[in-house]
Nanobody, 124 residues
Framework: QVQLVESGGGLVQAGGSLRLSCAAS????????MGWFRQAPGKEREFVAA????????YYADSVKGRFTISRDNAKNTVYLQMNSLKPEDTAVYYCAAEGSWYVPQRDGEYDYWGQGTQVTVSS
């Protein structure tokens, strides 16, 4: 198993930046594909970004492409989500997730392990 703890959320003005971190403990971090998802009030949880085990492949939702960057540091057991040019519609609870599959899932149902989430609020 792997335990995930997100941090870095907060309140930021539109156009600003935040960097989320997700620290993993437990089994070998590099054995897991990592993903970021978000859930806004009254909406379903949606895919944001994902990264392969080595970090060589990344995937993004169209809504964040060009503004968000996912990365990982396997030596530090941490995955990051750099969020730039934030918009009010990015307001949500952001979750990191881990999955041990050979491919990089983009659906939340395919991830086995989840963090508790961190709130991101973007004011207009």
């Amino acid at each position: 198993q792997v335990q995930l703890v997100e941090s870095g959320g907060g309140l930021v003005q539109a156009g600003g930046s935040l960097r989320l971190s997700c620290a993993a403990s437990g089994r070998t971090f590099s054995s897991y594909v990592m993903g970021w998802f978000r859930q806004a009030p009254g909406k379903e949880r949606e895919f944001v970004a994902a990264i392969s085990k080595s970090g060589g492949r990344t995937y993004y939702a169209d809504s964040v492409k060009g503004r968000f960057t996912i990365s990982r540091d396997n030596a530090k057991n941490t995955v990051y989500l750099q969020m730039n040019s934030l918009k009010p519609e990015d307001t949500a609870v952001y979750y990191c997730a881990a999955e041990g599959s050979w491919y990089v899932p983009q659906r939340d149902g395919e991830y086995d392990y989840w963090g508790q989430g961190t709130q991101v609020t973007v004011s207009s």
